[in-house]
C-alpha cells in the first residue's frame, strides 16, 4: 500500500484504540500531531520516479501491470518493478517489497482510503504528498518506522489498522475483508490463496541484562534513553516508524472493527499520490542528505545490558512516522540480537536514530531534533524513524481520540530528510533465529534438567531421555510457569502443552520401553491415581512412596519393594524404566479393559463410492488396484509376523453393496441393502476376514468392483449409512477399528445425514459466517459418538468437484480420531501419486484404538481445555476411537492454587490405548516445569512456535462461535498484552518509540501475522469454504512442528548444492528471489520449484534437461531423473522433506510469471497477501501501536 494509497479496507484492527496513535502507524514516541502524521514540509525532492536501487529488479513502474499482464509475479504485493528479483545487494539496501512500500499506487492502482481515523480529502492527501520527499536521504528524524506496504501490494486489511476489541479482542484482520477487498490492480483478482505464515522478524539488539527479549526497538520520536540500545541509524531508517508503515489497507465493504480501539494510528494516513510510481525507488546508499542527527542518537549505539535479553529494534520512531517514500532498503544485515551493526552509516545528522547509548540524549522535544538545523534537508517524509513531525498543513491535529503518543506535543518539525522505509533486514528475522539455534544446538538434549526449553523444530537434534518426556512427545509454551494466577493473568502467555502421544522416534532413539508389572497392574498413587513416575518420592526405607502430584502417600506392594541408597533413591532406579525415564508404557491389564474383557484385535473396513464421478475420475479402479498390494502391509507389531488385522469391503452409491469374501468361496458375493434408513449388517460370516486365509477371493473381488460400475449413471450418494454400516460390523464382531471412507459428492440421497448446499460468499465476514463451520445438522454429532463408543475410528478421503461441506462431513473423522485427506477436482495423471501416498502412510502408520486420555497436574494448575481430533465426554478424558503417529493434542493449563519455585510444577499424561496386535497398553508422558515468582523468568523461558500453535488451534475453534473479525482482534489483543507486559515490567526503561521484544518471543509478531492472514481467518476470493474447513479440521491436530512450517514455509534456494547439508533457507519475501535463481518452498501440504525467468542454461539443463525456460513443462508433477549430481541431490532433498511429512506434498513447478506464481506467492507470508493480510513490516508497527497503546 502506498502511503497515499487510501486503503479501502475496514480497519482489521477494529476501531482506533484509546491511546494509540491514529490509523497511520504513528510514530512511536509522539502522537502524531495531525490526523494523518504531517510530512514536515513539502518535499520537493520527492521524486516518484526514481527507480530503486538494489538488485536486479527493473525500475518501478509507475502503473501497476494489467491484471491479464502475465507477470503477476508481484501480483501480491509488488508491481512488477518494484520487485526486486534477487536477493537485495549487499551493498544497497535492497528496496522493500512493494507491499511495505508506503508510496502512491502506481497510477494504475486504485487508491484504497485508510479506514483507520477519518480519511483525508484527496486534496489533503495531494497537498500532503506534495510536501514528501522521495529522494533517497538518510531516514527521516522520525524513526525507524514502518513503511507503508508498496503501492503495489494489495491493500492490508484494514483490520491491520486498529486493534479493536471486539468480543474476541484482537484479532487478525477479519477474514471477510479479505474478500472485499479489491485486489490490487496488478494482481489477479482470484489469486489462489494458500496457507501462509508471517515472516519473522529480524532480531534485534539484544540487552543483556532483560529476560532474553529481543529488545526490538522501534523508536517513536522520542530517542531512547542513551542507555537503551537502539539500532543504528540505517536500521531506523530502514523502519518506518511505525506510523510511517500504512495500515493495511481496509477493504471498503468492510467495517472497521468496532472495538474502540483506535486505528492503526502506525500506518502513516493513506494519502493517494497519484504521481508516485508504485514504489519509491530505494534510496541509494548513503545517498541520503544528512539529516541532522539527534544529539543523542548514533548510529552505533549499544544497548546497555539490562533485562533478560530484548530483541531491541530500535529505530525511533518519531512520532509521527511518516510513510517512507523510498522502498525501503533492506539492509542485508540480519537482525541481530546483540547491538546492530552498524549500517550504511548515515551522515552523522541522522536523526531518525534513537540516541544511542553514547551520545547523550540532548534535550529533545517532541521532535527530538538535534540542534543541527535542519535546513538544507527535503522534507521528511512520512514514515522514517527520527523526530516527530509538526502537523501538516491541510491535516488536522493529533488524531482525533488519540492521545498524542504520550510524547510532548510535537512542535512544528523543520523539513527532515526524506525517510527510508523500515528495512526488512533490520526486523527479527525466522531465519537467522533458526540457524542460530542449529549453530548452538550440537550435543544430544538430555532431559533430566528442569525447565530446560528445548531446541527449536526447525533444528536436527538426539534427545537422550532422562527423566522427562522428549520433545518429540511434548512442548510447552512455558518452561517456568507463573507461581500464581494472577501473574500468568497478568503476563497473557499461553500455559499450554503440545502432546504427541505416539510420536514416531528417528531411528537413533529408542522408543519407549514396555514395562510388565504382572496381574497386579501398573503402580498408581491411591488417591489421584498418577502412575509411577521419577518424581515420585521413595519414604520408611522404600516401604511408601508419596505422591508428588497430590502428596499423598501411598504402600509399596511386596512384590515391588526395593531398598534405598544414601541419597533415598531406590537401589534399582536405573534398571525401571518407570523410576528414570520421562516416557515408558505399561502392559495393561483386563481391569483397563472395556467390560473388563481383553480386547480383539481391531479390523479395517474399506467403504468406496461407485457413484458415476467416482468411476469417471479413474478413483474407484485406482483404489482397487492399490489394495490388492496394499493388504500385505497391514499394520503389525512385528514385522516378521503376518498382521492380524481382519478387513472387509463395502461399496454404495444410493444404496450399499456388502461383499462376502469367505476364504471357502470360489468367487465374491455381493449383499444389497437397499434400506439406508434403518441400516443393518446383511452377514456376519465371511464379511471381516484374514487377507491371507481369503487372499484369492479378495483380488477377485477387487478386479470386479470397478467392471461392475463402470457403466453406472447413479449420481446421487449418501454417507451417515455408510459410516453406520461400518460400525454396526463392526460392533457385530466386537471390536475396534477403522473405516477408509473414499467419497466423492454431497449426500444428497434420501437417507439419515442428509445435506444440501449451503455454500454462500455472500455470508463471508458477516456475523452468521460462523454457521458455514458448524455442522449443518446434529445427526453426524451423534453418530461420532456411537463411534468413539465402539473404538470405531473413520479416515474420509474426499475428491470433490464442488461444495461438498466439508464442514459436517469432516464432523465423525475428526471426533474419531481420524483424518480427512481431500483431492478437489482428482485427476488420475496427476493426483493419483499424492493419494496413493497418503493411502500407503494412513494404512500403514502406528496407531491405537479405543484410546482415552488423561492428563494429571501437580497441586496448583490443573489441565482445563484440549485442542485436536477426540471426543469428550467429561471435562477430564479425551476419547480417541483411533490415536495415531501424527496425532497432536493440544492442552491448555490455569492455575487453581499457587505454585511453589522449589518443587516447580509437574504433568503425567497417560494413554490407554489397544494396539494393532490387539495388546492392551498403557503409554506415560512425565514433564517437570519450573515455576517462577518474576515475569523476567516466565519471557526468558517460552517457546513461541508452540504459543503459536495454541493460538492457531485457539483461533479456529473460535470462529465456529464468533465472526472470524473478532477472532483475529483477540489474537491481536492478546499479543499485544503479552508483549506490553514484557516491556512494562522485564525491560530496561527506553523511549516509547523502541519496539522491545523478548529475546525469545521476538518472532512472535511475524508468526502471528502468519495465522491472522492464514486462509480460515482471511481467505482470498478464490478460497472456498471446504478449503478453510478442511484447513481447520487439519491444523486442529497438527504438531509443533507441522504448524510451523504450515504458518511459515521453508524457502530453500537450490541454485548450489553440497551433498549431506542443506542450503540455508531465506525468508518468505518476493524480493528475496533472484531472477536467476531456483527455490524449493515447503508448506507441509504442498512442494514449490520456483524458477527465475534468468535462469542459466547449465542449470536449467541440469535439472529439467532442457537448455531453455520456455521449454520447461510446469505440469510435471516429479523431477526428471537425469544422471548428474545436482538432479539426484535436488530429488534427495524433496524426498526426504516429503518423508518429514504425514501427507504426501506434490510437486508444483512454478516458472516466473506464470499464472501458478499466484499460488505461490501465496505462501511468502512477509509480503502483503492478496486477501488483505499485512505484511510483516506493517503488521510489525500495527503492533507496536498496539503496545503502545496499552501502555499509555
Known amino acids: 500500500m502506498n502511503v497515499n494509497q487510501h486503503t479501502p479496507m475496514a480497519s482489521p484492527y477494529g476501531q482506533p484504540q484509546p491511546g494509540y496513535g491514529q490509523p497511520n502507524y504513528a510514530p512511536l514516541d509522539g502522537g502524531y500531531p495531525a490526523s494523518y502524521a504531517p510530512y514536515n514540509g ?119 489498522q ?120 530505494p534510496p541509494a546508499q548513503g545517498s541520503f542528505p544528512p539529516q541532522p542527527t539527534p544529539s543523542s542518537s548514533q548510529p552505533g549505539s549499544v544497548p546497555p545490558p539490562g533485562p533478560p535479553p530484548t530483541s531491541v529494534t530500535s529505530g525511533q520512531y518519531p512520532t509521527p512516522i511518516q510513510h517512507q517514500q523510498q522502498p525501503p532498503d533492506s539492509q542485508p544485515s540480519p537482525y541481530h540480537s546483540g547491538p546492530p551493526p552498524p549500517r550504511f552509516q548515515m551522515p552523522p545528522t541522522v536523526n531518525h536514530l534513537p540516541p544511542g547509548p553514547q551520545s547523550p540524549p540532548g534535550p529533545q522535544g517532541p521532535l527530538q531534533q538535534p540542534p543541527s538545523p535542519q535546513t538544507g534537508y527535503p522534507p521528511q517524509q512520512n514514515g522514517a524513524f527520527g523526530q516527530t513531525r509538526s502537523p501538516q498543513a491541510g491535516y488536522p491535529g493529533p488524531y482525533p481520540v488519540q492521545p498524542n503518543y504520550g510524547a510532548p506535543a510535537p512542535a512544528p518539525a523543520p523539513a527532515a530528510p526524506a525517510q527510508k522505509r523500515l528495512d526488512p533486514d533490520a526486523i527479527p528475522s525466522p531465519i537467522q533465529v533458526i540457524e542460530d539455534d542449529k549453530a548452538k544446538t550440537n550435543e544430544p538434549f538430555v532431559t533430566g534438567v528442569r525447565g530446560q526449553a528445548p531446541p527449536l523444530v526447525t533444528t536436527s537434534f538426539h534427545v537422550r531421555d532422562q527423566g522427562n518426556a522428549s520433545p518429540r512427545f511434548v512442548r510447552c509454551t512455558a518452561y517456568n510457569m507463573p507461581c500464581t494466577a494472577d501473574m500468568a493473568k497478568q503476563s497473557q502467555v499461553p500455559l499450554a502443552a503440545v502432546i504427541k502421544p505416539l510420536a514416531t522416534l528417528p531411528p537413533d532413539e529408542n522408543p519407549p520401553y514396555m514395562v510388565d508389572h504382572g496381574e497386579g497392574g501398573p503402580i498408581r498413587c491411591n488417591r489421584c491415581k498418577a502412575y509411577m513416575c521419577p518424581y515420585m518420592q521413595f519414604i520408611e526405607g522404600g516401604r511408601r512412596f508419596q505422591c508428588s502430584f497430590c502428596n499423598c502417600v501411598t504402600d509399596v506392594p511386596p512384590h515391588y519393594f526395593q531398598h534405598l541408597d544414601h541419597t533415598g533413591k531406590r537401589v534399582d532406579c536405573y534398571d525401571r524404566p518407570e523410576l528414570s525415564l520421562g516416557s515408558y508404557e505399561f502392559l495393561a491389564t483386563v481391569d483397563y479393559c472395556k467390560n473388563n474383557k481383553l480386547p480383539q484385535p481391531p479390523a479395517f473396513i474399506f467403504l468406496i463410492d461407485v457413484s458415476y464421478n467416482a468411476v469417471k475420475s479413474g478413483m474407484v479402479s485406482i483404489v482397487c488396484h492399490e489394495l490388492k498390494s496394499l493388504l500385505d502391509h497391514l499394520p503389525r507389531e512385528n514385522p516378521e509376523v503376518d498382521s492380524v488385522v481382519r478387513v472387509g469391503f463395502v461399496t454404495y452409491n444410493k444404496v450399499l453393496h456388502f461383499y ?328 530496561s526503561p527506553s523511549s516509547a518509540g523502541q519496539l522491545i521484544l523478548p529475546e525469545c518471543m521476538k518472532l512472535l509478531p511475524v508468526y502471528l501475522n502468519c495465522v491472522l492472514k492464514s486462509d480460515v481467518l482471511l481467505p482470498g476470493a478464490d478460497v472456498s469454504l471446504d478449503d478453510r474447513a478442511y484447513l481447520k479440521q487439519l491444523i486442529s491436530c497438527m504438531d509443533v512442528a507441522d504448524t510451523h512450517v504450515f504458518f511459515y514455509p521453508r524457502l530453500l534456494p537450490v541454485m548450489k548444492l553440497e551433498s549431506g547439508s542443506l542450503p540455508v533457507a531465506v525468508r518468505n519475501s518476493e524480493e528475496r528471489l533472484s531472477k536467476g535463481g531456483v527455490y524449493l518452498m515447503e508448506t507441509g501440504l504442498h512442494l514449490f520449484l520456483w524458477v527465475g525467468a534468468s535462469v542459466q542454461q547449465e542449470l536449467l539443463l541440469n535439472l529439467f534437461g532442457t537448455p531453455s525456460f520456455s521449454q520447461i513443462d510446469s505440469s510435471m508433477i516429479n523431477l526428471p531423473v537425469l544422471d548428474n549430481p545436482f538432479s539426484q541431490r535436488l530429488r534427495e532433498i524433496i524426498d526426504s522433506f516429503r518423508a518429514q511429512r504425514s501427507r504426501y506434498m506434490k510437486l508444483v513447478v512454478v516458472k516466473q510469471e506464470d499464472r501458478t506464481e499466484l499460488i505461490f506467492r501465496h505462501f511468502l507470508v512477509e509480503d502483503k497477501s492478496a486477501s488483505g493480510g499485512a505484511s510483516y513490516v506493517d503488521f510489525l508497527c500495527h503492533m507496536h501501536k498496539e503496545i503502545r497503546q496499552l501502555l499509555s
Open 162 to 281: 486498529s486493534a479493536p476489541q471486539p468480543s474476541f479482542t484482537q484479532a487478525p484482520p477479519p477474514a471477510s475483508s479479505a474478500p472485499t477487498q479489491p485486489p490490487p490492480p496488478n494482481a489477479p483478482a482470484a489469486s489462489q490463496q494458500y496457507y501462509r505464515g508471517p515472516p519473522p522478524p529480524p532480531q534485534p539488539p539484544f540487552n543483556s541484562a532483560l529476560p532474553p527479549t529481543s529488545q526490538q526497538q522501534f523508536l517513536s520520536s522520542a530517542p531512547p534513553p542513551p542507555s537503551q540500545q537502539t539500532f543504528p541509524p540505517s536500521f531506523s531508517s530502514s523502519i518506518p516508524p511505525p506510523s510511517c508503515a500504512p495500515a493495511p489497507p481496509v477493504s471498503q465493504s468492510q467495517q472497521p472493527f468496532s472495538t474502540p480501539q483506535p486505528h492503526f494510528s502506525s500506518a502513516p494516513p493513506p494519502v493517494s499520490q497519484p504521481g508516485f510510481p508504485s514504489g519509491p525507488p
Open 660 to 987: 462376502n469374501v469367505k476364504a471357502s468361496l470360489a468367487q465374491p458375493q455381493m449383499l444389497v441393502v437397499s434400506d439406508v434408513s434403518d441400516m443393518f449388517v446383511p452377514l456376519l460370516d465371511g464379511f471381516l476376514v484374514n487377507v491371507n486365509e481369503s487372499r484369492q477371493v479378495i483380488e477377485s473381488l477387487l478386479d470386479q468392483i470397478p467392471e461392475m460400475f463402470a457403466d453406472t449413471r447413479e449420481t446421487e450418494t449418501v454417507f451417515g449409512p455408510v459410516i453406520q454400516a461400518g460400525l454396526e460390523a463392526l460392533k457385530a464382531a466386537d471390536c475396534a477399528g477403522k473405516l477408509f471412507v473414499f467419497h466423492t459428492s454431497l449426500p444428497i440421497a434420501e437417507a439419515p445425514g442428509k445435506l444440501k448446499n449451503r455454500e454462500d460468499k455472500k455470508l463471508i465476514g458477516t456475523d452468521k459466517e460462523k454457521s458455514l463451520f458448524q455442522p449443518q445438522v446434529g445427526f453426524y454429532n451423534n453418530l461420532a459418538k456411537e463411534c468413539v463408543a465402539q473404538g470405531c475410528c473413520v479416515d474420509l478421503f474426499l475428491f470433490p468437484n464442488q461444495y461438498v461441506d466439508v464442514a459436517t462431513l469432516g464432523v465423525v473423522p475428526v471426533s474419531t480420531g481420524g483424518s480427512v485427506y481431500k483431492y478437489t477436482y482428482f485427476q488420475a495423471q496427476t493426483d493419483q501419486e499424492r493419494f496413493l501416498n497418503d493411502l500407503r502412510r494412513d494404512l500403514q502408520k502406528h496407531v491405537g484404538f479405543d484410546a482415552v486420555m488423561r492428563v494429571r497436574t501437580s497441586t496448583g494448575i490443573r489441565a482445563t481445555d484440549f485442542f485436536g481430533s477426540f471426543y469428550m465426554s467429561n471435562t477430564t478424558d479425551v476419547e480417541l476411537a483411533g490415536l495415531d503417529c501424527d496425532k497432536a493434542i493440544t492442552v491448555e493449563f490455569k492455575h487453581d492454587d499457587k505454585l511453589s519455585e522449589e518443587t516447580g510444577a509437574l504433568m503425567q499424561c497417560a494413554v490407554l490405548y489397544t494396539s494393532c496386535s490387539g495388546q492392551r497398553r498403557l503409554r506415560i508422558h512425565n514433564m517437570a516445569v519450573n515455576c517462577c515468582s518474576q515475569l523476567a523468568d516466565l519471557y526468558r523461558n517460552c517457546e513461541t512456535d508452540t504459543i503459536i500453535n495454541y493460538f492457531s488451534k485457539y483461533a479456529f475453534r473460535g470462529v465456529l462461535s464468533n465472526p472470524t473479525k473478532a477472532v483475529r482482534d483477540t489474537l491481536v489483543n492478546q499479543c499485544a498484552q503479552i508483549l506490553a507486559c514484557y516491556r512494562k515490567n522485564c525491560a
Open 42 to 160: 513539502p518535499a520537493s525532492a520527492y521524486q516518484p520516479g526514481v527507480p530503486p536501487q538494489g538488485s536486479a529488479r527493473g525500475p518501478p513502474t509507475s502503473a501497476p501491470p494489467p491484471v491479464s499482464a502475465p507477470q503477476q509475479y508481484n501480483q501480491y504485493s509488488h508491481s512488477p518493478a518494484d520487485m526486486q528479483n534477487g536477493p537485495p545487494p549487499m551493498t544497497q539496501a535492497p528496496p522493500r517489497p512493494a507491499g511495505s512500500q508506503p508510496y502512491g499506487l502506481g497510477g494504475g492502482q486504485p487508491s484504497y482510503p485508510q479506514h483507520y481515523a477519518p480519511p483525508p480529502t484527496m486534496q489533503q492527501v495531494t497537498n500532503q504528498m506534495g510536501g514528501m520527499q522521495l529522494t533517497s536521504g538518510p531516514p527521516t528524524p522520525a524513526g525507524l518506522g514502518y513503511a507503508p506496504p508498496h503501492s503495489s501490494q494489495p491493500p492490508i486489511s484494514t483490520s491491520y
